[in-house]
């Protein structure tokens, strides 16, 4: 299996900025699509952002022009967060589809992460 460990999360000032961060580890594994989810307390998990193998991204409407997620490697991803409001409040999880190689197999699987805090203060 692959883990998924998130960093970089904290209590932020409206308006603030945060880099999120994302590692993964584990063995035989290439990572196809990376996405960071969130959820705020009485509310469903929502996608936030994707960036693809390729380096395609996309964009909740909420967030575009203030998050940009990047890739600083195959195994790492980030979630710059500027200009934070309130709303973005939540806990903040990294996902990964992956490819893991297993006693010569390719198997197709994702994985999740188990979040790191973001708070904005008005």
């Known amino acids: 299996q692959v883990q998924l460990v998130e960093s970089g999360g904290g209590l932020v000032q409206t308006g603030g900025s945060l880099r999120l961060s994302c590692a993964a580890s584990?063995?035989?594994?290439?990572?196809?699509?990376m996405r960071w989810y969130r959820q705020a307390p009485g509310k469903q998990r929502e996608l936030v952002a994707v960036?693809?193998?390729?380096?395609?991204t996309n964009y909740a409407d909420s967030v575009k022009g203030r998050f940009t997620i990047s890739r600083g490697n195959a195994k790492t991803v980030y979630l710059q967060m500027n200009s934070l409001k309130p709303e973005d409040t939540a806990l903040y999880y990294c996902?990964?589809?992956?490819?893991?190689?297993?006693?010569?197999?390719?198997?197709?699987?994702?994985?999740w992460g188990e979040g790191t805090q973001v708070t904005v203060s008005s």
């Open positions: 996902n990964a589809d992956f490819v893991q190689t297993v006693r010569g197999v390719p198997h197709s699987m994702d994985s």
């Open positions: 960036i693809t193998s390729s380096g395609s």
């Open positions: 584990g063995s035989s594994f290439s990572i196809t699509t």
